[in-house]
């Protein structure tokens, strides 16, 4: 008798542990009704590339969620030429030692210094009197998600980032008035300094619909006829930066 | 953190300087300044000298940020060397006297002239900038000002550490209620045992004889026999739980509120989104323009974490998985090697395949705040999970909804709800429903009249509801 309540006594505690160790899976979504409805026999992003329908690919397993167009396939931007002028491929190079200073891998490098012809590139996304709100409006609010985080609100170089302190070394705009269009187009399209190449998530439109707004930044009348004088002309003095301390 | 540390730091530092210049202004007020004038004449120069120094200071700060820092740091080196002591390193390093000026103002005639300056062009790949405009009074203040940094902990936010802690927490509860479940199931059985033991004594004291082989079960059915009404009643109401338990627990199939998978890097929201306050669509940018909301390539976290390493070993481990994966070497002025590899996240927020949902739609079309769905991400400390609605009720300007959380109900909920947009009569707004409003008013304005009878025209209305409007 006594060993049969032992056993049972043992029986007891070693099912409460395996019962408490059935814990729910954390990564696991929980049950579904018909999983083959749930899973998308079409290629969705973010999905596995190493198995599809079936067919299992080892080297994409678990490495590939997303992949890059075939090379020489160019987006459809509709049927205006001034769009599909303005999103054809940048004419410009990057500079071949920002293969390792900014990971330009699979990038088309050149030796040549294009940043400093880039300055005589004129902005081809014309401001004119009917877009121009459309134009800043547009600028404001991808200013607002891309840049002024680091480079502040105002252009001044003092976003969030820089005023806890987390980052150091942004410019304030009203510094970089000698910069011509195309410059502020390279820098953002490749990088510069500690700034990474935003070409991956800004297209040509963006980036010029950005230098508009930057340019605004640095001349309230910028836009208006007759403005912008004091912008882009190469080797004009910078800013007086004690003053503005 | 670092904010407030900052912050308070600079706050001090004001404080102490204004409160130096009353200590001098009484001083001055004072009648006997006439009677001790060369203490006042003193006094005055201290003053002068320090006024001298703070704007040097200032002035060195001011020239190093607008001119040095989009590549210089003062401790730790970047797209160019770390300029803290830079001056002792050169001449330890046997440069010219004076040649570290020329190289600041031109680099190539500092180069030319001094070997030393010759061997700090192969630094790195990227050229100086060339500042002729820089007096060497400037380059001094500059250099004072950086030798006058205090090298610190910065901290820049971070709450991994806690995160781990409440996990770890919730897990140890988990081995407390094993416990207590293991010593009540021993207790049960042990009281059971006394019981039949002291049963078997007083069976044997009346003189009768114990069934020692009756089991457990042969008990339980005597038992059950001699209380034939109770345990019917009793299994009547066990099955009707039961059965409610499937029930609810059918329902719960395919709902993932709280769903909060582990990820492969320890992102925490509340520092990126919070106190750096870093939009959300920075990093998830192609919202704006596809079906999905994307994860951010590495080259976007790299965007900022070329410079921000981490401050604790812990967030320096989490982001050196950043490095690794983007082939970055953070030594020297940090170059990418070409090698990456691929961060692998689990997906948070998965939806069927047959729902079709677009977050283009949604957020660039409909024009619908994040948070409306995803919850305040800037107090999110951890990684991304499926916030409960309860949650989402709590945040401010966001539609009350009563349906879990990613289920068809919380969906058409919505719809029902959400009014397509603002001002029908503003004609300069050339937005995609506003032009929807234009032609319900020109086209149909008793339909028109039906659909604002609630005030608004709502995303049912014009046929969310509709099924082929999600499911095709």
Known sequence: MKF?????????????????????????????YMPDMYRSAAIEPYVDYGEIRGREDKDAKMKISAKVPPFGTIPYYGTDEQEVMLMLPYHRKGHISMKESHGLYGFDLVSTNEYELA??????????????????????????????????????????????????????YANLKNL?????????????????????????????????????????????PGAGANLGVEGAVAADTTSNQ | MGYNNSTKFAFVKKCFFDSGLTVFYMKISSSQMFRNLSKWYLSALMLLFLAGTFNSQAQGEGLFKAKCATCHQVFKDGTGPKLYEVRQKWADGGAAEGSIYQWV???????????????VVAWSGTNMNKFP???????????????????????????????????????????VWMLLGVMFVVIILAVGGVRRQLKAATVEADGGEYNDDMSYM????????????????????????????????????GTVEDYQPSQPIEFPHSVHAGINGID???????????????????????????????????????????????????????????ETKEIVWNKVHVLPDHVYFNHSQ?????????????????????????????????????????????????????????????????????????EIHRRLMNNDKSLYGEYLEDGKVTVKELGGWECAKCHY
């Open chain 1, 119 to 172: 300055a005589g590139d004129k902005n081809p996304y014309t401001l004119t009197a009917d877009n121009m709100d459309a134009i800043f409006a547009k600028g404001k609010s991808l200013y607002t998600a891309n840049c002024a985080h680091c480079h502040g609100e105002k252009g001044d170089g003092n976003g969030p980032m820089m005023t806890n302190e987390t980052y150091v070394g942004v410019p304030d």
């Open chain 2, 362 to 434: 949604h957020v660039e079309v409909g024009g619908i705040d994040c948070k409306q769905c995803h919850g305040d991400m800037t107090k999110m400390v951890g990684t991304a999970k499926v916030q409960p609605v309860s949650e989402l009720n709590k945040i401010e300007g966001n539609i009350q909804l009563t349906k879990t959380t990613l289920t068809m109900g919380w969906c058409i909920e919505c719809h029902s709800e959400k009014e397509i947009s603002q001002g029908p009569l503003d004609s300069k707004k050339d937005g995609y429903y506003d």
């Open chain 2, 218 to 253: 042969d008990e339980i059915k005597q038992w059950a026999w001699d209380n034939r009404k109770k345990t019917v009643v009793g299994i009547v109401i066990i099955v009707l739980a039961l059965i409610v338990t499937l029930f609810l627990s059918l329902y719960t199939i």
């Open chain 1, 4 to 32: 049969k309540g032992l056993s049972s006594i043992a029986i007891a505690a070693v099912s409460t542990l395996l019962l408490g160790s059935c814990g729910a899976d954390p990564d696991s979504a929980g049950y579904e």
């Open chain 2, 280 to 338: 959300c669509k920075y990093c998830h940018n192609s919202v704006t323009k596809s079906k999905s909301a994307g994860l951010p390539t590495v080259n976007v976290c790299m965007n900022c974490h070329k410079q921000v390493s981490g401050s604790t070993p812990e967030q320096q481990a989490q982001i050196n998985k950043i490095y690794e994966a983007a082939g970055w070497n953070p030594e020297g002025a940090g170059k990418y090697t070409g």
């Open chain 2, 105 to 119: 103002k031109n680099f190539e005639a500092a180069a030319a002239a001094d070997p030393y300056a010759a061997t």
């Open chain 1, 180 to 224: 011509g269009d195309g410059q502020i187009f390279y820098s953002i399209y490749y990088g510069k300094g500690f700034m990474g190449a935003h070409a991956s998530i800004l297209d040509k439109k963006e980036i010029w619909t950005l230098v508009h707004y930057i340019r605004k930044f640095q001349d309230q009348e910028y836009g208006k």
């Open chain 2, 133 to 175: 405009e820089l007096s060497d009074d400037d380059i001094t203040a500059i250099f004072d000002w950086v030798d006058s940094q205090v090298d610190g902990p910065k901290d820049g936010g971070g709450d991994v550490a806690t995160v781990e802690g409440a996990v770890e927490e919730e897990s140890s509860m988990g081995w």
